[in-house]
């Protein structure tokens, strides 16, 4: 494990007059790290002097913050360049500079710098302190070639966004720690996002009451493994969930992504105990095989599993759970894909992000063989999410008639009726969405609501008094 500090170079700073006014356009793609990092970027390049802009025509430079996670997600990215250079060409404008950023930037590298859809600036994950001097350059046409890939990992490049840039649904985004030294073997973050390293306490604590004190009341903690979170040997993560909790003016503590295998009794004790913390865990399962566990690397059995959840529902009150599944693993028989059905039966999850099973170029998947058809891999992605959804509404079902209390996240999209005035997104400690249609409120304000209804994931809501 990484690990370093004292001194961290404050990389919110960024370097003087190296902004040429420049408009830069961000469009962002995975996960919440990498909306988090965007929101690092911006303030970065508005501290130099760049004006962000939110749309793609309007700017001088685009950037691109990238996943890596799926082959699909990278594939995205590439015709996202070629629609990027056409739009230009249609409206008879002069081309942007196109930068990529994030995880695609770190895995290719030199590499989406050449052919048809290459761009003009690759910067990985770790190196977002050099885009001012670099997009001052470029803009102004004295950037050698060689300068225009800048990637390799940095223990010590820890990025703080401004409060001001990132309250998302209410929640404001705290990265704590980058990188994982777990390496599952179908993941491709040891690698693009490189080694564990953790942000200190006290940065983490002096970025949250920063955000307290610019209004915000709930934060989500953010790594690619938070569980494992452990500062010098020497502050694990329920030490940090006490440290943080004790903020003043905080009032909700999330976190994401959190390993089945790091989520021990005495940090579910923690969470039951800390009545900030929210009783929602996201713990990816990805498979309910042991076999394929193993073959995955993921350091926990299907038992061990269930044990945890089963401890987590009598410790944590009204806890709720969601998981990651990969479907179509190498070597996953029908009856491992059974097991996963059970495993979604059993555990009776609130949400399911399921995916088919993506090779990526380096991991130690990748040396096995892909064995399993396409067409199965639909027919079983299919049939995980009938059964997600089966269970989900079951589970949702027996929830109408309760009363909940909820925080205002925002207007909701759509009104639920013509008349009854706008409709209100709540959502619950629990991270349960709930649909509130009637009356005018504040984002943040706390509201009881008495449940009518379902719609897909989201509860319809009545308020109660
Ligand atoms: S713990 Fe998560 S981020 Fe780390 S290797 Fe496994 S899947 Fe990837």
Redesign the pocket.
């Known amino acids: 494990m990484a690990t370093f500090q004292d001194n961290l170079p404050d990389l919110t700073v960024a370097p003087a007059a190296a902004g040429t006014g420049a408009s830069v356009y961000i469009e962002t793609y995975g996960c919440q790290m990498n909306v988090y990092d965007s929101q690092a970027i911006d303030g970065l390049l508005k501290r130099a002097g760049f004006t962000i802009v939110d749309r793609d025509l309007a700017a001088d430079v685009i950037l691109l913050n990238t996943c890596s996670v799926r082959d699909l997600a990278e594939h995205k990215v590439i015709s996202r360049v070629g629609e990027l250079r056409h739009r230009r060409r249609r409206a008879d404008l002069p081309q942007p500079v196109i930068g990529i950023c994030g995880c695609m930037a770190e895995r290719m590298g030199t590499d989406l710098r050449k052919g048809p859809r290459k761009v003009d600036l690759v910067v990985g994950v770790d190196n977002y302190d050099t885009l001012p001097d670099l997009l001052g350059k470029l803009t102004g046409g004295t950037c050698a070639t060689e300068q225009r890939t800048v990637t390799g990992h940095r223990s010590d490049a820890h990025y703080v966004a401004p409060p001001a840039l990132y309250p998302v649904n209410n929640s404001h985004l705290v990265t704590i720690h980058k990188g ?5 073997t ?2 491709i ?2 690698y693009t996002r490189g080694p564990q390293s953790e942000k200190s306490p006290a940065a983490i604590i002096e970025e949250i009451s920063g955000i307290v004190s610019s209004g915000g009341r709930e934060v989500t903690l953010l790594g ?2 938070v569980t494992a979170y452990n500062w010098q040997g020497g502050m694990g993560f329920a030490a940090l969930l006490e440290k943080v909790s004790e903020v003043p003016g905080l009032e909700r503590i999330r976190f994401l ?1 959190g ?1 089945p295998h790091d989520m021990h009794r005495d940090l579910i004790d923690t969470i039951a105990r800390l009545d900030k913390v929210c009783p929602w865990l996201h713990v ?1 399962v990805q498979s309910g095989s042991d076999r394929v566990l193993r073959r995955m690397k ?1 350091y926990y059995t299907r038992d061990e599993y269930l044990e945890m959840v089963t401890y987590a529902r009598r410790a944590i009150k009204d806890v709720t759970f969601s998981t990651d599944f990969i479907v179509g693993f190498p070597g996953e028989t029908e009856s491992d894909f059974q097991a996963t059905l059970e495993i979604a039966r059993e555990v009776k999850y609130d949400q399911a992000f399921c995916f088919k099973y993506s090779e990526r170029p380096g991991v130690p998947a990748a040396k096995l063989a892909d064995d399993v058809s396409e067409d199965e891999k639909k027919r079983r992605l299919a049939e995980l999410m009938a059964v997600q959804e089966e269970t989900w509404n079951a589970v949702a079902g027996a929830c109408v008639g309760e009363i909940w209390e909820g925080v205002v996240e925002g207007r909701a999209r759509h009104q639920l009726t013509r008349e009854d005035g706008p409709a209100w997104r709540l959502r619950t400690a629990n991270n349960r969405k709930v649909i509130l249609q009637g009356g005018e409120f504040e984002v943040g304000d706390r509201l009881r609501t008495r449940i009518t209804g379902i719609k897909n994931t989201t509860f319809l809501g009545a308020r109660q008094d």
């Open positions: 994982c030294d777990y390496k599952c179908y993941c973050v040891p690619q493994n992504t390993h990816p993921r």
